[in-house]
């Protein structure tokens, strides 16, 4: 699929903006120059899956967007307000598989009144054919060490903000390697997350995750995969873990709404083989973020 | 000084968006829904002083603009452009204080190409009284060690991104508890920079700031006061520093190019009082970032 370089196949919906959320034009402006999410990267965002007309894991999303905004100071969000903005989206876009991402700012810094608005874009090739090639990944420092979420709730660990630059030169790096994305460690060398998705990893007939307490966030589709995994008489588990339990496991993937699941073919240049249990976890994931 | 809240008394200039640089209305929207500006934190900014028609320091902040944008892999900003961007938003905002801000960004999503804009803004209240009643100040974990910049680049240590959000979330930390600024330490306990400042300690007839390669970002108002210092017969010097360092000094000052400078008046509950050197270093350092 390529896109119209005119932002044609996208939607736009300014949320907050108005009486009521409505579309926007994505080929006009939307945003001030003085808006704190665009000189400050101070605000929260979600990103959610769009398919055939209906968002996906809805609920835990708002769960984890109103606990973002309550570590930012910002005023609590109107759930209600960005599910209307959500199935307004639905209905507008129609079919296909779309990247559906809300944006809540702290807004303006000569009114001091939020901005929030909603963009919807359709999946690029390159998310869909990792699916089933997966992908070559790297581990970087994230550098923080795992009590610095006690120690400093400034950090905003656990907070999905706007302030992704980090993370998005982390991905510009492993794409420099030739790679297709990363794993971060804390300072103790323990598995955090990617930059976008949550660690997923199947051992012996059991599916782990590093705890939430390691300072990373609380993932959503990391949340559906395991609850749909102990109806099918999986045990899943929070559990630290590091480079070599990896290695040494049966598969790991990184999970996230809008690519599901991406095996990890390759971790810091050493092939995973593609375990016996590939297809029923890749499936699991599937049904668990959009069925 | 009490600004409209229409934002009439603010100026926008869109740098990369035409031919070239022009004012734009700054009660119309400027920036597009999937500006990675404000989806991502993903692009740099600098904040100059303007003040009676004239652009301080801004060599140094060019100089800043470029290595920031070499971290982050943006396209080689065109210096002149912005530095015509400057000469235009200088004459027609007139006389007075106001903070000149730049912001740089990896541009929208849907078409791959930076943007960039300026904004100008008059200088509130807070930040002018803070020059002579100084700051109450707290210090912060950052929760880096300080070779965290060697080992991943991908932090964007020393780069002045968008993304700060932890800053700007540990300076309501500070609000909060009835202080005013903060200062960060590194995991090993050295002092590090405010959130929107560069730490100077007068100590002996010498200055002292934290070094650069402790991962703190190079101060154009330090490196501002620095010369100057120099001139006037003071030994200066990059010096790694903890608390006690501070406690002991003569004085301390949060220094930045629109606040110019502010005196630490209290450290974590500790009174720094007022030492005799101070109306010399406030002087130089107003004389170096206005002169």
Not at 71 to 87: H, I, S, Y
Not at 109 to 131: F, K, M, N, Q, Y
Not at 206 to 221: F, K, M, N, R
Request: hydrophobic residues 40%; negative net charge; proline residues 5%.
């Amino acid at each position: 699929m390529v896109l119209p370089q005119d932002g044609s196949q996208r939607l736009v919906i300014d949320v907050l903006g108005g009486a009521e959320p409505r579309v926007h034009d994505p080929n006009a402006p939307l945003l001030y120059a003085d808006d704190l999410a665009a000189v400050r990267g101070d605000g929260i965002f979600e990103t959610l899956m769009l398919r055939q007309g209906e968002v996906r894991n809805v609920h835990r999303h708002l769960t984890r967007f109103r606990n973002s905004a309550a570590m930012l100071n910002l005023p609590e969000p109107d759930l209600e307000r960005w599910q209307a903005a959500t199935d307004l989206a639905a209905r507008t876009f129609g079919g296909g598989e779309a990247a559906l991402r809300w944006v809540y700012s702290r807004g303006r810094e000569s009114t001091g009144l939020p901005t929030g608005w909603l963009t919807v874009a359709p999946v690029g090739d390159e998310i869909i054919s990792a699916r089933t090639t997966g992908v070559k990944v790297m581990t970087a420092e994230r550098g923080f060490r795992l009590d610095l979420s006690q120690r400093s709730p400034w950090a905003l660990i656990g907070a999905k903000t706007l302030s992704y630059a980090a993370n998005m030169a982390a991905l510009r790096a492993a794409k420099e390697r030739g790679l297709d994305d990363v794993i971060f460690l804390s300072d103790e060398g323990n598995v955090l997350e990617g930059p976008t998705s949550s660690v997923i990893v199947a051992a012996g007939g059991a599916l782990y995750t590093p705890p939430v307490d390691a300072g990373i966030l609380p993932g959503t589709s990391q949340a559906s995969l395991f609850a749909l995994a102990e109806q099918r008489g999986w045990s899943t588990q929070q559990k630290a873990m590091t480079v070599p339990d990896l290695l040494s496991a049966d598969g790991v993937w990184l999970v996230s709404s809008v690519r599901i699941q991406a095996r990890v073919t390759q971790l810091d240049g050493r092939d995973l083989p593609r375990p016996d249990c590939a297809a029923e976890v890749e499936q699991m994931a599937t049904e668990a973020v959009t069925g």
